[in-house]
């Protein structure tokens, strides 16, 4: 038997698309999702991949040429959505988050969150606008010290010394650990 071929209607309808993409499901959904374990070295991430690529590869449709077999387009649509997420695993962001995840625990939320907002604006509201400001952009956006003296227009040792007030102030806890002193 030879390589399928798919034939593509220009202005079909979208029902006439969903079919051949179960007929392609059905024949390629294996090869797809081995392609997704062998990147991802996962079975529940391959499948959960597998899944995009057919969502993607639905999305796509009218993008596809039959310059090349459905299972080396499927493939290739899965080995960049693989990629992709092998990627974005990596993200500092993910990182962040899985960290702050712990420690914030099962009981997230609730009277401890209302608790820590309270202190937070009670500290902000002991200091003046310029060392609020200094606060906000070191301890919440995570700037450097540099780009906090950029954005409030003073010189790095004005920060550090404003920013040092800011933990004498709140007794060494700052972002629910103890401050050292050391800024960054």
């Given amino acids: 038997m030879g390589q399928p071929v798919l034939e593509l209607v220009s202005g079909g309808k979208p029902a006439d698309s969903r079919a051949a993409l179960r007929e392609l499901y059905a024949r390629y959904g294996g090869a797809v999702h081995n392609r997704c374990r062998y990147i991802l070295g996962d079975a529940t991430q391959a499948e959960d991949a597998m899944q995009d690529v057919f969502a993607k590869a639905l999305g796509h449709w009218q993008e596809f040429r039959n310059d090349a077999s459905p299972l080396t387009w499927l493939t290739r649509i899965a080995t960049h959505h693989c990629l992709n997420l092998l990627r974005a695993e990596r993200a500092p962001w993910h990182q962040r988050f899985a960290r702050e995840t712990l420690a914030r625990g099962e009981g997230h939320g609730g009277p401890q969150l209302f608790e820590d ?68």
């Fill in 117 to 184: 907002r309270e202190a937070a604006r009670q500290l902000l509201s002991r200091l003046d606008l310029e060392t609020q400001r200094a606060a906000i952009h070191y301890f919440v956006d995570e700037m450097t010290l540099d780009e906090v003296a950029a954005a409030i227009g003073r010189s790095v040792p004005t920060v550090r010394k404003r920013l040092a007030a800011v933990a004498a102030l709140a007794g060494g806890k700052i972002d629910g650990g103890e401050f050292d002193g050391s800024l960054r």
